[in-house]
């Protein structure tokens, strides 16, 4: 088989669809939020969002994906106030809080959520995921978060953020932790529900962790009984040296924002080589490209629709997020400069991306600004998918779409692409039985080459005996 007819084959499989948004009024970091396609959705209702889970559920998208952060962009400037006055991604609320309520609403959509490692301690973190896969069915995903974000930092007790390296290596350890309490604290048969004997747990079967390590200590036992997954299907969405290391350890789902399909085919070829060197096979994790598109029933009426985007559009806007992802103040910096060999404790796999998407070019911030906010597809549903099928060519499994104009823009995504996409087998028509992982992975549990597998208490006494 060719190169070409490879990339045709990998293409025309079916993908799978996320929606991209956050609990704020924008819902995408730096687009306009009273444009009149995202006003029509109230971040602060329910209703809104009961809505708009319906509507995805219906147009049989696989999950909805909430970024979010606890702290503010204050790079731009040495100040919070454009990023208040442009409400980039503030004010946000819990995404997790909406979970519950939206799953009772849907049979099949899954729900996967950003959470720092810092926001909570790892007991507190896995009681409420593990509680919330309970009340979904098993249709929660946890997108594990290393904050950037220095403000986010001193809201919960610290004075600096920690160094790239450091945020990993306290990742590393707390989701340790979690895999200990969900795997590791009951046995499979540890609850007995008796009721002839009114029994209910056998506590020779419930154990204690007792974690100490450099950033955390635990000693348990776990107090919520084995859920659906036991674990959440687990996101990551470093694309960085340490973040890519850091998912082939740990993640199912990666979420990246390449810049071309040959950077999320690098990035591909790689995160592959990268599960093989550390004993998971390539497949064992799916990988999500960023997209954002705007379609309209004629080529002219999506133009229209994009040059109502683009006069909404401030500059301010996208600049006080790329200042905060780069970490480099962008106010009164010349955009034409190039950006170089930067050094950062920033977002670094943003910079990796750009030199993936085209090596020898020498990229500028007014490159990257401009490429965080500018559709990778505008036209119709021939024309967009056209472009979806060559990210597709690249690799990846799957779609985070973000809507620029807004969560309106999901009513023309539903009425002019869904049909297409699965007229070409390239989006579910119906869902799969069972939990998230059970629908994109076959099984509701982890894999044994998964990490966390090792701390199942068969394991343990496997190895006792070996």
Known sequence: MSTQEKAETISRRPLKFCMFTTNAPSGYPGAPWHQPMAAGHDYRSLKSWLKLARDLEAAKFDAIFWADHSGIYDTFGGSRDAAIRNSVQFPI???ATLVSALAAATENLGFAFSENVIQAPPFSFARRVASLDHLTEGRVAWNIVTSFQRSAWRNVGFEEVATHAERYARAEEYVDVVYKLLEGSWEDGA????????VYADPAAIHPIDHAGDFYRSAGPFCVEPSPQRVPLLFQAGASSDGRAFSARNAEAVFISAKSPRGAATFVEDLRAQLVEVGRNANDVLVFQ???????ATEED?????DEYQAFLKDEAALVFQSAAMGVDLKGLDLDTPIGDLNTQAMQGALRALAEASPNKQWTFRDAMLK?????AVGTADQVIEKMEEWAASGIDGLNIAFLNGVGELADFTRYLVPELQRRGLMQTE???GTLREKWFGASRLNERHPAAKYRRKALMDETIS
């Not at 609850?191 to 009114?198: K, L």
């Not at 999506?302 to 994009?306: E, H, M, P, R, V």
């Not at 965080?372 to 990778?376: A, K, L, N, R």
Request: aromatic letters at 6%.
């Open 93 to 95: 609320n819990d995404p």
């Open 191 to 198: 609850v007995v529900r008796d009721s002839a004997t009114g």
């Open 290 to 296: 960023a997209f954002t598109c705007i379609v309209g």
């Open 302 to 306: 999506a133009q229209l629709k994009a």
């Open 372 to 376: 965080s906010m500018t559709p990778h």
């Open 431 to 433: 869902y799969a039985k």
